[in-house]
């Protein structure tokens, strides 16, 4: 079995500052690592994810992550915030064998101030 | 890119009722459809993992005779909530997968109140 710890229940931080968010997991088998973002009263949306090949992954709205295999850690980061930025955001593993379900950490809600 | 609808986005019933809701993959086949509840402030909770054709597989836990899940084409998946109860109102969450594809996309939600 998967599990996920994202360190950080809420991060606070200012317009145009840099944030880093932390994931751990744990897993006994390879798996694929996600990063979703959920506006109030919606659906997730895919930050980014990695599959395999190069540790430091791209995604959307200019958000990276790095993969991290020997510390298990899959932190997602963003050099300079909007205030659109203000969500709850998501680090979810799936085991490569588990046809695609997903384990999710508990969610770290990130607050941009101007 | 891939999208996913829900119907309704919000629903209220009288405790005792039933709720059926709708996901819908509406630019692609999905043949694994999953099934979340979500708390307020909270994760998400796997209830199920719905294949086309084949009966759902329930998470430990959830009772599989309240949460009727039906996955009848490759683009539809239904959550039926019976005999609700207001602690079954909650943030319910479809996604759905392509075959091969290990990403999920997820539908907008549907918030559930029973009164």
């Known amino acids: 079995a998967q599990s996920v710890t994202q360190l950080d229940s809420q991060v606070p931080v200012f317009e145009e500052a840099p944030v880093e968010l932390r994931c751990n997991y744990s897993?006994?088998?390879?798996?694929?690592l996600f990063w979703y973002v959920q506006y109030p009263n919606q659906g997730l949306q895919l930050l980014l994810k990695?599959?395999?090949?190069?540790?430091l992954v791209k995604g959307i709205n200019g958000f990276e992550a790095e993969f991290n295999k020997s510390q298990t850690s899959f932190h997602l980061r963003k050099p300079s915030v909007h205030i659109s930025d203000t969500a709850e955001y998501f680090c979810?593993?799936?085991?490569?064998?588990?046809?695609?379900?997903?384990?999710f950490g508990a969610g770290t809600q990130v607050v941009v101030t101007p | 890119g891939a999208v996913v609808s829900q119907h309704p986005s919000w629903v209220i019933c009288k405790s005792g009722t039933s709720v059926k809701i709708e996901c819908r993959s509406l630019?692609?086949?999905?043949?694994?459809m999953f099934w979340y509840r979500q708390f307020p402030k909270q994760s998400l909770m796997l209830m199920a993992t719905?294949?086309?054709?084949?009966?759902?597989?329930?998470e430990q836990g959830v009772e599989k005779d309240k949460f009727l899940i039906n996955h009848a084409s490759l683009t539809l998946s239904t959550l039926t909530v019976t005999s609700a109860h207001p602690e079954d109102s909650s943030f319910y969450i479809c996604?759905?997968?392509?075959?091969?594809?290990?990403?999920?996309?997820f539908g907008p939600g549907t918030r559930l109140t029973v009164t």
């Open positions: 897993s006994s088998v390879s798996v694929y």
């Open positions: 990695y599959l395999s090949g190069s540790t």
């Open positions: 996604s759905a997968r392509e075959p091969g594809d290990y990403e999920q996309y």
């Open positions: 630019d692609f086949q999905a043949t694994t």
């Open positions: 719905s294949n086309e054709g084949s009966k759902a597989t329930y």
């Open positions: 979810a593993v799936s085991a490569r064998a588990s046809w695609g379900k997903f384990q």
